[in-house]
């Protein structure tokens, strides 16, 4: 009886040893993949509309490209002030293509300005600011 015991014995060590290794290994290997990410590189940090007059097109347009290796989704486009309206697409930009961001300033204001635009996205660095600046005359 005692020898059946012992082999009973032996054989679950053995069998929970295996377990616990296999277990532990493909946790290893689970913790090693890559993971894919997004990541958003501007043409520009600064949009120049340089000297315009009042009235004018207000509308510009800034680039960008998703240098990451998932897709880069734009969640929020949102401005420091309410005189300057950005648009953007709701598709995401798959890896290695452009996507734009469409700012429009309302030019019926004089003077220089210098505001920030702010892109919230699923990229690492998921809040990303860039500025447009210039000057309004009459």
Known sequence: MKTINSTVKTGL?????????????????FEKAPVAIAEISLETTTLDYGVIEKNSDGTRTIQFTNTG?????????KSSCGCTVPSFSKTPVMPNEKGE?????DTKRIGKFSKNITITSNATTPQQTFKITGMVTE
Do not use: E, N, R, W
């Open 13 to 29: 060590i053995t069998v929970l040893f295996l377990a616990m290794s296999v277990t532990g290994f493909s946790q290893l290997a």
């Open 101 to 105: 961001i469409t700012v429009k300033y």
């Open 69 to 77: 290796d998932a897709p880069l989704i734009i969640t929020k486009v």
